[in-house]
């Protein structure tokens, strides 16, 4: 809301100042660098490109919200943490902790100018991001510290975010709920938190083809289409490919299993628990898991709209959302 601009510092309001600020999604963005931004993340982040020191064997999860990041997150500690924790254990963090606990996002670990105690351990640390690529930290985008990016097929990934925002908006009985039609025509003009979702894909994308060792590139669609190879690519990656000996005991499978949506949804974690910065519940981060669920939604001139302004942006890169 407006009262939360004033609680920041001077040298952060007078940035924000001088920023396209838009009334939205019941809250004010604000555009930095061709990405709409909420305060708080983006005082977050700015501090976070201050104080944060990659180290070479980091990995940074880096989504569009509503991408798929618990699901990623989960994946990645799986798959990077495998030595510490076997993945068969009855007591796997993932199992008790929810993913944004164990890959904790820039934005709330550097919120109220807070400057963590980051663990000194030599294996990968994990931390993760919506951030631009221009907001992270020089010694991310200069180390041989590696970014694992996620993005989503905009349809869904609209439907996702309006079903998440009303549940966040619901839970502040004061506003009312967003309709479908405001928040597709906000979406459309890439006007939500972190968008357009085309700029942010499009320049990991970029980045991915230059910088193939340090900036893996994944779609949602993909990930639920082949699950397997998709993880190998990430173990591969993060410098710990899958040894034939794990492939033959099932170590892939089991990942999979335990990072599924049925599996994590169940789990009591998510369907009970909170986090306490954002305030929100974990069981609002799984919604149905599937491919394909805007035909449910939108009608055949939103689709039309959408996929004319994602075309126009795209036209020429390669890309495809
Ligand atoms: P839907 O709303 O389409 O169901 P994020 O984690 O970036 O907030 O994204 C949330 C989306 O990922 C939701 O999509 C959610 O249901 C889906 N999701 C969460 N866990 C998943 C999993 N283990 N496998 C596949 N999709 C998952």
Redesign the pocket.
Known sequence: SQGEVVQFGNEFQRILQCLPKESAWRTFLYKYQGIWYYPKSLEALLFTQEHFQAKATDVVVV??????????K?LVFAITKRNRYVVSDPNHPILTTNSHELVPFFEFMYRHNNIPDLPNQPCSRLFSTHSGFNLLPDSVKNTSCRIIYLCRNPK?NF??LW??MNKAVAECDTEPLIPLEEAFELYCKGIHGFGPIWNHALEYWKLSLQRPDQVLFLK?ED??GDTTSQIKRIAEFSGCPFSLKEESEGVIDQVIKM???E???NLEVNKNGKRVVPFIENKN??????VG?WINYLSPSMVEQLDQVVEKKLHGSGLTL
Do not use: I
């Open positions: 989504t569009t919200p509503k991408a798929g990041t618990t699901w990623l989960a869904d439907v996702s079903h998440f949602y990930m639920m990072c599924s949506f599996n994590l949804s981060y799984f919604r149905k898991g599937e669920d």
